[in-house]
């Protein structure tokens, strides 16, 4: 105890005893003490006691008199001090009371002494057991939180430190704290579950050990709490590793493991079944062979083996297992085993052919493969080696064979030596065996690894040697009198190749010999074919070509040198004056002096003296009014004439005078020349009245005065005189008189029409006055189109000549009008003439008449054809017609920068050039006195450039913008054609056509009163042809057509000179022919730089009358000719899943395997002569034969005479740079009909429906289902799919697409502008055929690697236009073709290049994508390549094979299974855009799918103020066909159709289920009908008024009642028996249109009526429409939404069920005809559009009576 609190004590203790002592004898100084002590204090002193003691001499003593039982206290006698001799425990006795006595004698005093223990923390908290353990359920969050546990520890101090509190310290295990999950009460020691636990790994644990800890706040314990996590099924088992890549050879045998997959399950594997597996294999492989599967697993080890022996690589190159655990409680996990088959070399090695045929060029070097022999092994641990065997055949020493040093598998063949085919040893051939092994070149005796073939070599002999001439000069002198065919020289040539057996041409050079004066016959014989004249040209240099056979061929020049003699062979010829004037009325004199002159040599007497004379024959009053003199001395001894004149001349008598002259020279030669002797006018006759009519075209606004010559008067003088004045007898306000000159004018906007002019003219020298002149004026306007639309002829006369009127009243303008009409037809009126023009440059008088005939497109070709006819009505020789060549020269009107530099080089046009009839200002006048000519100025403008051929944009009606019969509709975007039925395009064009060969029989003689008479008196001799436009003067040309016939020589095409003789100024030598010799395509194209020939040696012929293509290519100075697209045989693609036939086909997924076709058969090129770029040719484009007999080839330079042999077959797709040439009823044309019977499925017994097409060649004929249409009749309506955003749908095909050929079809609607449509690739990728959107424009890519990708566009087409579209995809080998819609001029595109790698093998199961690829990461998808979204896909045909879309129920297809969908749903509507937009008044919202726009919608128009929608009737455009009456509607109209024809436009033939087919009167009885009816139903609902409304208060009496099917509390399904309901129907929208179009003469009225004999059949019919309904009314409306499904609506609807007919602005229903659908018959739109009511009785029969 502290010192100072000790001393404390006794000083207190001592000062109370004495107090106490004061008072008593013995006292204590206090009697109560308290002393705090605390426990287990060691001995130690407690208290000082004193007492006072009042008695002296008895000592005092203390002692403990109570309390101290168990001696813990002792009590100094003597000195009072009491002391502690035993720790106290305060857990034992808190105080101890102690009662002490002071004695002294007898004296006694006691006091108390409280002793309070006070406590000390000496006894630590202890739990009773130092190891808890408690159990739950992972995931249990139950009544959370819960207790789970109750821990209590115990603690012997007692009091505040006896006070326990208790914590969580951590977590034993993890050695963290878990506070997240438990918690503890600090009071009670109750441990709380905070949250579900989970057990499994890697966030869970099984066991929670929890360190608790109590405390009394200075000592603690602590003891641990195991929790145990109790296991649940909870976890799926999965695969460390998804996905597992391993190898296996393919020759491994039966049970070997493949892959060990062991699987991983979190849950308890000591707690039931929860982690216990079995393996099993989800997507097995099976055998096809077998049926066996492939692989299998051990269910326990998770063991993959295979299952079978062998495997085959060859057939299969890698398998995706998808393997599955399973643990006890059915969870799944799953994971992919990829096996790679290793390839062991196990196939033999073959050569693809068993032969080879080779043909081979002789300039082919050592180091140039001569051919590659290709081998097909699908193995890949192949060594190849090749080798020629020794000793197999002639020359087998000469050649080696090496491997392809890159590409497929396959040999080079080399030659060791140059071949030489002038060697005769190399020159008759080579035969010898080569081999393959595919185990290196080591073991040639293995049989089962060697494979042979023969190899026939045949030299093709190359021009490589020049003919050279035995004699190369010649020189003569020859007379100018030497006959005709004398012959002159003799040159033999003789040339190496061929075996100095080349077939030798011998020609004169044109340039040598220009006037054509000597010929060279086949033997090189040169004879003289034209009189020699020294006067014009004194020597020849002939130059004689040697030309062989060869490509290109060679030449060899001779030259003959000729020097012509003077023969005395021309007479004198007046030298001046050739013309002389002399005044009427003058007196007689002397009026010319003439000299002569002599083109003779006159140094050999050949020349003057020369004599004159009159001539004696001269007529009457020539000799009577002349003499002539001769003055021999005259004009230096040359010797002149003198003319004199006898009398005086009267110019009214003769204008002039011809005066014959004989002349002579000093070598007697005489011949007589004429003078003429003008007479000049006096004013000395009077005028009298006369009239004249001036024909004037104007054009469209006329903003300038026009010209209309002088008014004319009948004078004899010439009235040009001064002295005349005019003036008008009678003024008219749109005519201006210039009263000096006479000159009238036509004031600007004059109308059309006749003008009736008077005029007084007034001479004043005569003395004259008032002379009436009459001036009619016919005004006709044309359109800026019709002039420059107009067809030029050139006309070998003076302008005045050929408006001049002659006697008769006639003249060459009308003479030319009349036949031209003739020719053309059209009743007198359907050709103009726009302008006579004189033509500027001519050396000649020429005049250019421009002539227009409104709807005949072909007005050009008929005045080319009949242009020697025409010549010879005229008089007049036609020199050209249409606006000629262009100028190769040009260097204005272009825009491309290429051409202008080489403008500025001093070149050509190296882009074409063009050529085109352009308006120019000012007006043209011809005056012919009584007649007079007046016209636009019209011109001929050339340039460089020429673009792709573009289709003239529909945008407004021309008489040519729909073909064939076609009616031209304006519409809001512009116009559209109203096509018949058979035609193709938005144009109406027809595609084919046959032609009539010259003699025999044939595939199809067509009917011959069809043939056009344009040129029906073609002499029977000639054989079929047509003209179409010509071939543009492009640098790039790319012609294809078709070709169906049995005629082994025919004329195919032919653009270039016609029979007739070239003009004056030069030989045009372009030319382009393209004919079959002997079933063998042959071509002959000069592009003015010399003839180039190209034939084809097909292995086959294309006379089979089966269709075969030919396309022709030149650019680049090369051209190319493909046959057949090297696919090997007929174009005709196989029989589609969207077809049905007669004949039997076989299964395109057993296709043979895929060869590469033998290039050299069916594709040819050479090269064109240098700086030769365009066909420049006016002459129109020759189909099937020619009009007239073929031009002379010697003419022309060309190395054969050209064959006339007519085609007897058909023709189809005839394109020009991407334009479809229309070979319909617009072609001229003889003894050739549109069509092809031969093809005809109708004629073959197959009949198409109206949305189906024949397709094949005769004998193998087929209907194909148009775009949108499927089933066997292709009349169900496909159904589309929409694609949202990040979407895809993978398809596995059943077949295997050709690996030359692949095509792609489909349909597709979207605003989008980028995203994949579909991908075909090959197993490993690398190889694709994409068809894409890039930029809003269609686009395909095709790539077969290594080769680049090409890409391929539709540049000038924008498709994401929000409307259907078209679209088809095709490729042969890496040529590449894209259409859309009907693929026509800009909406096609291809690329024809054959080069590298041809062949696709498209992965049948994993391949095949529509709206974009997906790429996985593991099993989860990254992302979707090429995302088509927002938009709709239909129709999808690969191969030609109808593919599965989603919905699958829907779109049935044989020929595929969607494997993978993503983000795809049925159909292909869009939300209203309408919903919430408001038009400025009058317009309203159109809706267009996702988008819209204000206007007044279809059939009206926006009136000329502006303030209101005005009804269109258009029926002024007469849009119904077939003599179809046309009713108008509002909006719209509707089209009766005659019998036999039937749609929207009566444009269908027999096809009843889609038209309206009534007359007129038909039509009157229904009105009636429909009256009727109504008034009786009137009558019938005010009768039942009344019931009706007590009938509905009873029902509405037990609405509440009333339950339906699900148990919905709902009004009484109940529908009132004999009750009429009458009301007006709102037809339900589709993107804001009406959804059923009807007939607007037929009320829309909805008719039911209610079978009395049962209410059930109504409460039947409800259910059946959903059976909630509130009323009638409601039901009625239910059901009608249902039918809207069911039947459709009239869009498209046809009677034979189709479920889905396609929307109103789906492509389907357009057919090229534009806007809406073909309604149907009467009977079908009603019962299309009025849900599911029942029709007044007998009311639908009498529709269908009527329109029957």
């Known amino acids: 105890m502290d010192p100072a609190k000790i001393l404390q004590i006794i000083t207190n203790s001592t000062w109370m005893v004495t107090r106490l002592v004061g008072s008593e004898p013995v006292e204590f100084q206090q009697p109560h003490y308290v002393i705090d002590v605390p426990e287990n204090t060691t001995r130690d002193l407690l208290l000082q006691l004193t007492a006072r003691v009042n008695q002296q001499g008895a000592p005092l003593k203390f002692r403990i008199k109570e309390g101290n039982d168990v001696g813990l206290f002792t009590l100094d006698?003597?000195?009072?001090?009491?002391?502690?001799?035993?720790?106290?425990?305060?857990?034992?006795?808190?105080?101890?009371?102690?009662?002490?006595?002071?004695?002294?004698?007898?004296?006694?005093?006691?006091?108390?002494?409280?002793?309070?223990?006070?406590?000390?923390?000496?006894?630590?908290?202890?739990?009773?057991?130092?190891?808890?353990?408690?159990?739950?359920?992972?995931?249990?969050?139950?009544?959370?939180?819960?207790?789970?546990?109750?821990?209590?520890?115990?603690?012997?101090?007692?009091?505040?430190?006896?006070?326990?509190r208790y914590r969580i310290v951590g977590d034993i295990v993890g050695g963290n704290v878990s506070a997240s999950a438990f918690s503890i009460d600090p009071t009670s020691g109750a441990i709380h579950l905070l949250r579900a636990l989970d057990r499994d790994p890697p966030h869970g644990r099984a066991q929670w050990r929890l360190q608790i800890v109590a405390s009394d706040g200075t000592q603690e314990d602590a003891m641990t709490v195991q929790v145990n996590v109790k296991d649940v099924n909870d976890n799926a088992p999965y695969f460390p590793h998804a996905i597992v890549n391993t190898t296996i050879s393919e020759d491994t045998p039966q049970g070997t493991s493949v892959v060990r997959m062991l699987a991983t399950d979190q849950d308890d594997p000591y707690e039931g079944h929860n982690a216990q597996l079995v393996y099993s294999l989800e997507k097995n492989v099976i055998d096809e062979t077998s049926g066996n599967p492939i692989f299998a697993v051990d269910s326990q080890l998770g063991l993959i083996t295979t299952a079978v022996c062998c495997l085959d690589r060859e057939k299969t190159q890698r398998y995706a297992l998808h393997i599955v655990a399973t643990d006890g409680g059915g969870l799944k996990g799953t994971g992919t085993v990829l096996v790679e088959v290793t390839d062991v070399n196990d196939v033999l090695p073959k050569f693809s052919r068993s032969e080879w045929t080779l043909d081979v060029s002789e300039n082919l070097t050592p180091d140039d493969p001569l051919a590659t022999l290709t081998v097909v092994d699908l193995d890949v641990s192949n060594n190849f080696a090749f080798r020629v065997v020794p000793g197999s055949g002639h020359g087998w020493h000469i050649f080696r064979i090496e491997g392809k040093r890159s590409g497929g598998p396959g040999g080079d063949l080399r030659s060791t030596t140059p071949l030489d085919y002038e060697n005769p040893d190399h020159r008759q051939g080579f035969r010898f065996k080569v081999q393959v092994t595919d185990i290196g070149g080591e073991n040639w005796q293995d049989k089962h690894h060697v494979d042979s073939a023969w190899v026939n070599l045949n030299l093709v002999d190359v021009n490589d040697n020049n003919p050279t001439f035995i004699k190369q000069e010649a020189h003569l002198t020859l007379p100018e009198d030497t006959p005709v065919g004398t012959h002159l020289a003799t040159f033999t040539a003789k040339d190496l190749d061929g075996g100095g057996h080349s077939n030798i041409t011998y020609v004169i050079s044109p340039t040598s010999d220009p006037a054509g004066q000597f010929d060279v016959d086949e033997s090189g014989v040169v004879r003289l074919v034209g009189g020699l004249d020294r006067e014009t040209e004194a020597a020849h240099t002939v130059l004689v070509w040697a030309v062989d056979g060869g490509l290109p061929p060679r030449t060899a020049t001779a030259t003959l040198t000729v020097n012509v003699t003077d023969v005395n062979d021309n007479p004198p010829f007046l030298a001046e004056p050739r013309e002389v004037e002399v005044q009427e009325n003058a007196d007689p004199q002397m009026v010319a002096q003439v000299k002569l002159g002599d083109a003779d040599d006159w140094r050999q007497g050949h020349g003057p003296p020369f004599s004159i004379s009159l001539d004696p024959r001269a007529p009457p009053h020539i000799t009577a009014a002349l003499r002539v003199t001769s003055d021999q001395k005259g004009d230096e001894g040359r010797g002149v004439g003198m003319v004199w004149t006898r009398t005086a001349l009267d110019r009214e008598?003769?204008?002039?005078?011809?005066?014959p002259l004989v002349v002579g020279d000093a070598g007697a030669l005489s011949a007589t020349v004429t003078l003429t002797l003008h007479i000049a006018d006096l004013n000395d006759n009077p005028m009298t009245p006369a009239s004249k009519t001036v024909t004037v075209r104007t054009v469209q606004p006329q903003v300038a005065s026009v010209p209309l010559g002088r008014v004319y008067v009948?004078?004899?003088?010439?009235?040009?005189?001064?002295?005349?004045?005019?003036?008008?007898?009678?003024?008219?306000?749109?005519?201006?008189?210039?009263?000096?000159?006479?000159?009238?004018?036509?004031?600007?906007?004059?109308?059309?029409?006749?003008?009736?002019?008077?005029?007084?003219?007034?001479?004043?020298?005569?003395?004259?006055?008032?002379?009436?002149?009459?001036?009619?004026?016919?005004?006709?306007s044309l359109s800026p189109r019709d002039v420059t639309h107009a067809t030029p002829l050139t006309l070998a006369a003076n302008p005045y000549h050929v408006v001049r009127e002659e006697e008769d009243g006639t003249s060459v303008l009308k003479r030319l009008v009349t036949a031209a009409r003739a020719w053309v037809g059209g009743g007198g009126v359907g050709v103009r003439v726009v302008t006579v023009q004189p033509l500027e440059g001519s050396t000649t008088p020429a005049t250019r008449v421009w002539l227009v005939s409104p709807g005949i497109t072909s007005l050009h070709h008929i005045l080319l054809h009949r242009k020697e006819e025409l010549g010879n009505m005229l008089g007049v020789t036609v020199q050209d017609v249409g606006v000629g060549t262009c100028d190769e020269t040009a260097s204005h009107n272009t825009t491309h920068e290429a051409v202008h530099e080489a403008i500025q080089g001093g070149t050509s046009c190296v882009g074409g050039c063009l050529a085109r009839a352009v308006l120019n200002e000012g007006f043209s006048l011809v005056d012919a006195s009584t007649s007079a000519m007046v016209g636009p100025v019209v011109g001929v403008a050339t340039g460089c450039g020429c673009g792709r051929s573009v289709l003239p944009t529909l945008t407004t009606c021309t008489p040519n913008t729909c073909l064939n019969g076609g009616r031209c509709l304006p519409i809001s975007t512009g116009a559209r054609c109203i096509c018949p039925h058979g035609t193709w395009g938005s144009r109406c064009k027809i595609l084919i056509r046959h032609f009539e060969g010259g003699g025999g029989g044939g595939i199809d003689h067509g009917d011959p009163s069809d043939v056009d008479n344009s040129a029906a008196d073609e002499p029977d001799t000639w054989g079929g042809w047509a003209w179409v436009t010509s071939i543009?003067?492009?640098?790039?040309?790319?012609?294809?057509?078709?070709?169906?016939?049995?005629?082994?020589?025919?004329?195919?095409?032919?653009?270039?000179?016609?029979?007739?003789?070239?003009?004056?100024?030069?030989?045009?030598?372009?030319?382009?022919?393209?004919?079959?010799?002997?079933?063998?395509?042959?071509?002959?194209?000069?592009l003015g730089g010399g003839p180039v020939t190209l034939a084809l040696h097909a292995s086959y012929s294309l006379a089979d009358s089966a269709w075969h293509r030919i396309d022709l290519i030149w650019k680049d100075e090369l051209v190319e000719m493909i046959v057949d697209l090297c696919s090997g045989g007929s174009i005709d693609g196989p029989r589609s899943s969207t077809s049905r036939s007669g004949q039997s086909t076989s299964n395109p997924s057993k296709n043979p395997p895929p060869v590469p076709p033998d290039a050299h058969t069916c594709r040819g090129a050479a090269r064109l002569p240098r700086a030769t770029r365009v066909l420049n040719t006016p002459q129109p484009l020759q189909v099937g034969g020619f009009a007239h007999p073929p031009p002379a080839h010697t003419v022309y330079g060309w190395p054969e005479p050209l064959q006339s042999r007519?085609?007897?077959?058909?023709?189809?797709?005839?394109?020009?740079?991407?334009?479809?040439?229309?070979?319909?009823?617009?072609?001229?044309?003889?003894?050739?009909?549109?069509g092809c019977s031969a093809v005809d499925c109708a004629s073959s017994g197959l009949q198409c429906g109206i949305h189906a097409r024949c397709q094949g060649s005769p004998g193998h004929l087929r209907c194909e289902c148009q775009p949108g249409w499927m089933g066997s009749s292709c009349a169900t309506p496909t159904t589309p799919t929409t694609f949202h955003l990040n979407s895809f749908v993978k398809l596995a095909l059943s077949f295997t697409p050709l690996g030359y050929t692949t095509s792609v079809s489909l349909r597709f609607r979207t605003w989008q502008r980028r995203g994949d449509l579909v991908l075909l690739s090959s197993q490993d990728g690398r190889?694709?055929?994409?068809?894409?959107?890039?930029?809003?424009?269609?686009?395909?890519?095709l790539q077969l690697h290594p080769d680049p990708p090409r890409s391929l566009c539709l540049t000038q087409a924008q498709l994401t236009d929000g409307s259907w579209h078209h679209l088809v995809a095709t490729r042969h080998g890496s040529a590449t073709f894209l259409t859309a819609d009907d693929g026509d001029g800009e909406l096609y595109n291809a690329s024809v290049s054959l080069e590298g790698r041809q062949l696709l093998a498209v992965d049948r199961q994993d391949g095949v994508y529509v709206g974009g690829s997906p790429e996985y990461v593991g099993l989860a998808l990254f992302n979707i390549h090429g995302d088509f979204h927002d938009g709709c896909v239909d129709d999808v045909r690969i191969s030609g094979q109808?593919?599965?879309?989603?919905?699958?129920?829907?779109?049935?297809?044989?020929?595929?299974?969607?494997?993978?969908?993503?983000?795809?749903?049925?159909?292909?509507?869009?939300?209203?855009?309408?919903?919430n937009v408001t038009c400025r008044a009058p317009l309203s919202?159109?809706?267009?799918?996702?988008?819209?726009?204000?206007?007044?919608?279809?059939?009206?128009?926006?009136?000329?103020?502006?303030?209101?929608?005005?009804?269109?009737?258009?029926?002024?455009?007469?849009?119904?066909?077939?003599?179809?009456?046309?009713?108008?509607?509002?909006?719209?109209?509707?089209?009766?159709?005659?019998?036999?024809?039937?749609?929207r436009h009566c444009h269908l033939p027999d096809a009843g289920d889609t038209s309206l087919k009534l007359s007129l009167a038909a039509l009157v009885a229904i009105v009636v009908w429909c009256t009727f009816l109504f008034l009786l139903i009137c009558a019938f609902l005010l009768h039942q008024h009344h019931r009706r409304s007590a009938l509905r208060r009873g029902m509405a009496d037990g609405k509440e009642t009333s339950v339906n099917c699900k148990e919905q509390v709902t009004p009484p399904c109940s529908h009132t028996p004999n009750l009429l309901e009458l009301q007006l129907l709102k037809p339900p929208k589709a993107n804001g249109q009406p959804a059923c179009n009807k007939n607007p003469n037929i009320a829309d009225v909805d008719v039911l009526q209610v079978d009395a004999a049962s209410v059930t059949s109504s409460l039947e019919e409800q259910r059946r429409c959903g059976a909630t309904v509130a009323s009638p009314d409601t039901n009625r409306d239910t059901c009608r939404r249902e039918d809207k499904h069911k039947k459709g609506n009239l869009n498209g609807a046809s009677r034979g069920g189709t479920n889905n007919p396609p929307g109103g602005d789906d492509l389907r229903n357009y057919a090229y005809e534009g806007e809406g659908s073909s309604p149907g018959s009467l009977s079908s739109c009603l019962e299309s559009c009025s849900g599911s009511a029942k029709f007044l009785g007998g009311f639908r029969e009498v529709a269908h009576m009527l329109e029957s």
């Open 77 to 164: 006698s003597s000195n009072g001090r009491l002391s502690l001799l035993k720790p106290l425990d305060f857990e034992k006795m808190q105080q101890h009371d102690l009662v002490v006595e002071a004695v002294s004698g007898e004296a006694r005093s006691e006091a108390r002494v409280i002793v309070r223990v006070l406590d000390v923390n000496d006894h630590a908290p202890v739990f009773p057991r130092t190891f808890h353990e408690a159990q739950i359920t992972e995931e249990d969050n139950r009544h959370l939180p819960k207790t789970i546990l109750t821990v209590r520890a115990k603690d012997g101090d007692s009091g505040e430190h006896g006070q326990l």
């Open 653 to 659: 008598e003769r204008l002039a005078l011809l005066v």
């Open 714 to 780: 009948k004078d004899p003088d010439d009235w040009l005189a001064t002295t005349k004045t005019y003036s008008w007898a009678t003024a008219h306000p749109g005519f201006s008189l210039n009263s000096s000159t006479g000159h009238l004018t036509m004031e600007p906007h004059t109308s059309d029409g006749r003008y009736e002019l008077a005029f007084v003219v007034n001479d004043a020298s005569q003395g004259q006055l008032g002379v009436t002149a009459n001036v009619t004026v016919d005004v006709t």
């Open 1032 to 1086: 543009p003067p492009c640098p790039d040309i790319h012609i294809s057509l078709e070709v169906l016939t049995s005629s082994e020589d025919a004329t195919l095409l032919y653009s270039g000179p016609d029979h007739l003789a070239p003009p004056p100024g030069g030989i045009a030598s372009d030319v382009v022919m393209l004919e079959l010799r002997g079933g063998r395509p042959s071509l002959l194209l000069d």
């Open 1206 to 1234: 007519s085609l007897n077959g058909c023709v189809r797709k005839l394109r020009v740079n991407g334009e479809l040439m229309d070979l319909g009823s617009g072609a001229l044309s003889h003894r050739s009909v549109p």
């Open 1327 to 1341: 190889d694709r055929f994409l068809v894409q959107l890039v930029g809003g424009r269609a686009c395909v890519l």
């Open 1442 to 1475: 109808g593919v599965q879309l989603p919905p699958v129920a829907a779109n049935k297809s044989a020929w595929s299974q969607v494997s993978v969908t993503k983000g795809v749903e049925q159909g292909c509507q869009g939300p209203p855009s309408c919903a």
């Open 1485 to 1543: 919202c159109i809706d267009t799918w996702r988008s819209y726009h204000c206007g007044c919608g279809e059939g009206q128009l926006l009136s000329e103020a502006r303030d209101s929608c005005e009804d269109v009737d258009e029926c002024e455009w007469a849009p119904c066909l077939h003599g179809g009456t046309c009713l108008n509607a509002h909006p719209g109209y509707v089209c009766v159709c005659p019998s036999g024809f039937s749609g």
